[in-house]
C-alpha cells in the first residue's frame, strides 16, 4: 500500500498570505496525485488532479507541482473562503489512498 | 448539472447489514467508473470501493473486501453498497462520488452530501 502523508497539520496565516501544503508518498506515483477541498460539514470538492489540472471553477491562485514521491499544494494568496482541509490522493496504485489532510485556518 | 445523492445510512447493530444506494443524474451514468468512500468522525478521507464504468469491475479497500459489495445499475443509474457483517470501526459518512472517466483509478470529480452509517449496539 502507498502511504500518503500530508504536512502541515495545521497552517495558520493570514489573508493574502502563500500557503505552502506539503503531501509526499512512500513510492514513486508519477504524477497520479490528485488535491481535494473539504469545509467544514460539507462533503470534499476536486481541486487539482493529476499534478496540474486545475478543475472546472476552480480559481487560479491554486496550484500543484511535483512528481515521484514529493508534491505541494500552492494558495497563492489565501482568501477566507479557503479555510478549510485539504486531501491529497494517489492514484497510481490499489488500493487508491489519502494523506492524512493539512487544515488551512485563516487568523 | 452533476448531481450524485447517496440515501440508506442509519443505525445498525454489530454483525448486521446495510445497503447503500446513490443516485445520479445530469451525466451518462454508464460511461463513468463511481466510488465509495468513507470518513469516520472526526477523521479523515478513507477509499472503500470503486467500480468501472460499463463493464463493472470492482475494486476494494482490505478493510472492507468480502464483507461490501459494490455494485451498479446501469438502467437506474444507481450506485450500490451492500455492507454485510457491520462493525463499529464501519461508523462513518459514507460519500458517493463520480469519477472524471471511464476507469475505477479516475479522479472523484463529483461528490455527493453523503449518508450516515453508525454501527452501535
Known amino acids: 500500500e502507498v502511504v500518503v502523508t500530508q504536512s502541515p497539520a495545521t497552517l495558520s496565516l493570514s489573508p493574502g498570505e502563500r500557503a505552502t501544503l506539503s503531501c509526499r508518498t512512500s513510492?514513486?506515483?508519477?504524477?497520479?496525485l490528485v488535491w481535494y477541498q473539504q469545509k467544514p460539514g460539507q462533503a470534499p470538492r476536486l481541486l487539482i488532479s493529476?499534478?496540474?489540472n486545475r478543475a472546472t471553477g476552480i480559481p487560479a491562485r491554486f496550484s500543484a507541482s511535483g512528481s515521484g514521491t514529493n508534491f505541494t499544494l500552492t494558495i497563492s494568496s489565501l482568501e477566507p473562503e479557503d479555510s478549510a482541509v485539504y486531501y491529497c490522493?494517489?492514484?497510481?496504485?490499489?488500493?487508491?489512498?489519502f494523506g492524512g489532510g493539512t487544515k488551512v485556518e485563516l487568523k | 448539472e452533476v448531481h450524485v445523492l447517496e440515501s440508506g445510512g442509519a443505525l445498525v447493530q454489530p454483525g448486521g447489514s446495510l445497503r447503500l444506494s446513490c443516485g445520479a443524474s445530469?451525466?451518462?451514468?454508464?460511461?463513468?467508473?463511481m466510488t465509495w468512500v468513507r470518513q469516520a468522525p472526526g477523521q479523515g478521507l478513507e477509499w472503500v470501493s470503486s467500480?468501472?464504468?460499463?463493464?463493472?469491475?470492482?475494486y476494494y479497500a482490505d478493510t472492507v473486501r468480502g464483507r461490501f459489495t459494490i455494485s451498479r445499475d446501469n438502467s437506474k443509474d444507481t450506485l450500490f453498497l451492500q455492507m454485510n457483517s457491520l462493525t463499529v470501526e464501519d461508523t462513518a459518512i459514507y460519500f458517493c462520488?463520480?469519477?472524471?472517466?471511464?476507469?475505477?483509478?479516475?479522479?472523484?470529480?463529483?461528490w455527493g452530501q453523503g449518508t450516515r452509517v453508525t454501527v452501535s449496539s
Open positions: 462520488a463520480k469519477l472524471s472517466g471511464f476507469n475505477a483509478y479516475e479522479p472523484l470529480e463529483r
Open positions: 445530469g451525466f451518462i451514468f454508464k460511461n463513468y467508473g
Open positions: 467500480i468501472d464504468g460499463n463493464t463493472g469491475d470492482t
Open positions: 513510492q514513486s506515483v508519477l504524477t497520479y
Open positions: 493529476d499534478v496540474f
Open positions: 490522493q494517489q492514484r497510481n496504485n490499489w488500493p487508491l489512498t
